[in-house]
């Protein structure tokens, strides 16, 4: 680019000194082009300017396309938006031939126009004490046993007080929706009038023009049965529950940053009800500046709706017992009562473990497990097949690191040396089914105690222990014990026979 300096020598050499253009350009070594220019701009400064509009040969067909994905992409939370280069990839996938550089001048300039555009204005929101809490979900990254996990973690806060309950979960499904309410109403004492929800699709199945819902039937169970009306948000519009957006940024900030480290979920969720409940008590109200927000709280107690116990917050599958005695769900296996094989169950999945039925029975219970292929036993459920088959004992899946009681756990080594061992442990455990696991331990223990290790040992000891004692006697009340003690006479009875006609009674000879 021509520098000032030569602009100005350039018109000094023609307007002073009355050189022409021929002769300027090769003293200077510059093109007479760039002389003319220099001699006509009125100025000393020449730069080079964009033109306002400009062309798009390649990008005008995509224009409306990338306004869309640049539109959508600013709704998005901060830690979700694309950048420029990844929505120049979006649009070179859907047939773009041009380059990045017209896509990032043009998001640049719609930027810059959406920055110039009027703020939004909202109304500031007011909550009488127990009238309303919001509820909504995050995604945090943790440690759980040495393993990086993202967790999804329940935001639950009470609108007046600004009390809240942070849960995290495994998963973003109902059941874990249910158990996050439930924690929260035990923690504050009861719950509020209304619950403030995005719609999210675990508790809205349709959303309508305007307010108008369509809620899930089991997510209005969970409401009726802690009185509480829902309300579903407008979509797109984040502020009508700002209360807990601004949670979650200043709970990921406060809690989980630096990233936490647990062995376990349980442990994890413990120490975060600590740290709400910790953080209430010495955190002022944004409102009521002379109070704390656990002050605060203590005087909304008395406004709630009362507390009625936990809600049955399950979700329910029907599946088929395999001829192995196990179920299938959620990518993982559990077992079922052997009666069960080959017949229809409903799993009740909670957030924390799977109930299975038939019926109205209840044939197995686990803990609930989020990862996969993972098979899940109780021996107990196969004690009907091992009498059957007691050579299962030894490589049957579900009796691999079986955790016995002490007695029957010490009992089984001692037998495990005999050849009929295996049958002879068998049969105790047989026992179980008529007696009762804690009866049989106890008979275990009794003959381990002896030194006798023995099959029939541990059953006799059963047998007498279910052999009933003689009852005690009973002694007679006062009024009822005879004043003159009965003679034993056997004559009396003589006087009951008939007597024959025309002869005589004889008496017992």
């Known amino acids: ?13 023609h307007f002073i000194k009355g050189k022409g253009i021929r002769r300027i350009a090769g003293d200077l070594k510059v093109s007479r082009q760039t002389v003319r220019k ?25 224009v409306a396309r990338l306004e869309e994905l640049l539109t959508a992409n600013a709704e998005r939370s901060r830690r979700e ?52 809490y919001q509820f909504d979900f995050s995604h945090e990254v943790v440690v759980l046993g040495g393993v990086t996990t993202t967790v999804k973690v329940a935001h639950l806060r009470l609108c007046h007080s600004r009390m809240r309950l942070v849960v995290a979960y495994p998963r973003e499904t109902q059941e874990m ?8 109403f035990r923690l504050f004492g009861g719950a509020c009038q209304r619950g403030i929800y995005d719609n999210m699709s675990t508790a809205v199945e349709t959303v309508f023009i305007g307010k108008k819902r369509e809620f899930n039937r089991r997510f209005l169970h969970m409401c009726s049965h802690y009185l ?36 376990t979920l349980p442990e994890l969720n413990g120490w975060l009800a600590d740290r709400c409940i910790a953080d209430a008590k010495t955190t002022t109200h944004p409102e009521i500046k002379d109070r704390t927000i656990w002050e605060v709280f203590e005087a909304e107690r008395r406004a709630l709706i009362g507390y009625p116990g936990p809600f049955d917050g399950f979700h329910e599958t029907e599946v088929s017992v ?26 009740h999945a909670y957030a924390d473990r799977i109930l299975i039925r038939r019926g109205g029975e209840v044939v197995a219970e686990h803990p609930r497990q989020f990862g996969r292929d993972h098979v899940i036993y109780n ?16 490589n049957g899946a579900p009796f691999r690191d079986w955790e016995l009681p002490p007695g029957l756990a010490q009992l089984r080594r001692r037998l495990a040396g005999r050849d009929d061992g295996g049958r002879q442990f068998v049969d105790v455990l047989a026992a179980v089914l008529d007696d009762g696991l804690e009866a049989v331990e106890a008979a275990c223990a009794e003959a381990v105690a002896a030194d006798l290790y023995s099959r029939d040992v541990v059953l006799n000891i059963l047998a007498r ?23 034993a006479d056997c004559a009396r009875y003589d006087a009951l026979r008939p007597v024959p006609a025309g002869g005589e009674s004889h008496g017992a000879a």
């Not at 220099?38 to 067909?61: F, M």
């Not at 929706?177 to 929260?184: C, E, K, L």
């Not at 395999?322 to 296996?333: A, E, G, H, I």
């Open 228 to 263: 509480v009306e829902p309300t579903a948000c407008t979509p797109a519009a984040g502020w009508e529950k700002g209360q807990v957006e601004n949670q979650v940024g200043n709970t990921r900030e406060q809690l989980f940053t630096p990233r936490l480290r647990f062995q």
């Open 81 to 132: 938006r694309l950048t420029w280069r990844r929505v120049f990839e979006v649009l070179r996938s859907e047939g773009y031939a041009g380059g990045y550089d017209s896509v990032r001048r043009y998001a640049r300039r719609w930027a810059e126009r959406r920055a110039s555009m009027p703020a939004a204005v909202f109304v500031p929101l007011w909550f009488a004490p127990g009238e309303a």
């Open 177 to 184: 929706v249910f158990d996050a309410h439930d924690r929260a």
């Open 322 to 347: 395999s001829k192995t005695s196990l179920v299938r769900f959620d990518r993982n296996r559990y077992s079922v009562a052997n009666k069960a094989v080959g017949q229809t169950v409903q799993v």
């Open 465 to 487: 222990r279910r052999t009933p004692a003689p009852p005690a006697p009973i002694a007679t009340p006062a009024a009822l014990r005879l004043t003159v003690a009965p003679a």
């Open 38 to 62: 220099a001699i006509a701009v009125g100025g000393t400064e020449r730069r080079y300017r964009r033109e306002t509009h400009q062309r798009l040969p390649q990008l005008g067909a995509f």
């Open 379 to 394: 021996p107990w459920h196969y004690l009907p097949v091992l009498t059957r088959k007691p050579g299962a004992l030894r």
């Open 1 to 13: 680019m021509i520098t000032v300096e030569t602009i100005g020598r350039i018109r000094r050499e």
